[in-house]
């Protein structure tokens, strides 16, 4: 189970390592206010968040990446994951990203894929999809023109409608599979002007939508066994320390 190899890797003193598996959004998660090192804060002592997100991927390249990213034969496995793909398959056909288009059924067959090489590196590991954000096409086309001035196209490379078709097949598969999920696509938009409030060029998040990923993650989480301030620290805290005979604290911990 999850508890048993938590406290297997506490026993150790090795940390256990929770592993971030998506595009630039999960790419850029390690800036300052990113999600990714919010999450290594909240962990921080007791799990090492591994960033291992590659800008521009869809489903179809991320596939190339699996066996060199999680190894089968590796003895200590992550104990958690997060799938965070879709933004760049949603690309649509005929317009300026369609290099990264992959069809929606593909998109959902690549996903299960996934999954199942995680769970054939390690049955116990938790693994949470995350569905694309919303699309702004307002802000993806003042992107464009800031960046391209009048060569910027005309018509949105992405569009709102469609990431949510492919924001639903991600939902769709966890429910299939039995995995938690997080629908970022329809959660943001609950939210009045998530336009410029959570997205800085359209797509990729603001402070504010880092902190939607960063809470909902936590949620998931705390919910699934892998709540931080349950998990052992990996080395006594030095309130645990005597200043006298600092080695007992250490003895007891090596026991």
């Not at 960046?147 to 639903?168: C, D, F, H, S, W």
């Not at 309130?239 to 250490?250: R, V």
Request: glycine share 8%; with cysteine.
């Amino acid at each position: 189970s999850l508890s048993l190899s938590l406290s297997l890797h506490a026993m150790g003193t090795i940390r256990p390592q929770i592993v971030l598996f998506g595009d630039s959004i999960t790419g850029q998660s390690f800036r300052i206010g990113g999600w990714g090192a919010a999450l290594a804060d909240t962990y921080s002592r007791k799990a090492d968040v591994v960033v291992r997100g590659y800008g521009g991927y869809n489903t179809r390249w991320a596939m190339f990446l699996l066996h060199h990213i999680f190894h089968l034969s590796t003895a200590t496995p992550p104990v958690a994951a997060t799938i965070f793909f879709g933004a760049n398959d949603a690309a649509l056909l005929g317009r300026t990203s369609e290099r990264q288009h992959v069809p929606v059924e593909e998109y959902k067959e690549n996903l299960r894929r996934i999954v199942h090489h995680l769970k054939e590196c390690s049955s116990t590991m938790l693994v949470v999809l995350i569905t694309p954000p919303p699309i702004d096409e307002e802000g993806r086309k003042e992107y464009a023109q800031s960046v391209y001035g009048e060569n910027a196209m005309k018509l949105p490379e992405r569009t709102n409608e469609v990431t949510g078709i492919y924001a639903k097949q991600c939902v769709e598969l966890a429910k299939e599979l039995g995995l938690p999920s997080i629908n970022l696509w329809s959660k943001m938009q609950e939210t009045e002007g998530w336009q410029k409030k959570f997205l800085s060029d359209g797509l990729h998040l603001t402070a504010e939508g880092n902190a939607v990923v960063h809470q909902e993650v936590v949620k998931v989480f705390n919910e699934t066994g892998l709540s931080a301030p349950e998990m052992p620290y990996d080395f006594p805290h030095h309130s645990e320390i005597d200043g006298k005979n600092p080695e007992k604290a250490f003895q007891l911990q090596c026991l």
